[in-house]
């Protein structure tokens, strides 16, 4: 499955932003899907996931309460609603799929897309 991932951009703290991964090649709804950001200097990190029903979701403690994910089976996407962005949010976002886990480390995550750069500028 391919993944490409789009709605990065440059906002002001407190901004919003969403993000989109859409996928060719086979269906998004046999996978559980997730993004994971890194910014400069760090490890990539799990931000949110989600099963391949929607029928659970997790959430990074950074990102709780201001971050949605959801996905559109129908459309074959995934999306990331971010609010009240913070500096800190500044990264490149990457959707990712995994057939299994809904939580875990990069390794654990079979396709990704190729990142999408979201600056938060405070």
């Known amino acids: 499955v391919q993944l490409q991932a789009s709605g990065g951009g440059l906002v002001q703290a407190g901004g919003s932003l969403r993000l989109s991964c859409a996928a060719s090649?086979?269906?998004?709804?046999?996978?559980?899907m997730a993004w994971f950001r890194q910014a400069p200097g760090k490890e990539r990190e799990l931000v949110a996931s989600i099963t391949w029903s929607g029928g659970s979701k997790y959430y990074a403690d950074c990102v709780k309460g201001r971050f949605t994910i959801s996905r559109d089976n129908a459309k074959n996407t995934v999306s990331l609603q971010m609010n009240s962005l913070k500096s800190e949010d500044t990264a490149v976002y990457y959707c990712?799929?995994?057939?299994?886990?809904?939580?875990?480390?990069?390794?654990?995550?079979?396709?990704w897309g190729q990142g999408t750069l979201v600056t938060v500028s405070s």
């Open positions: 090649g086979r269906t998004l709804s046999s996978y559980n």
């Open positions: 990712a799929a995994a057939s299994r886990v809904l939580r875990g480390p990069p390794g654990s995550y079979a396709y």
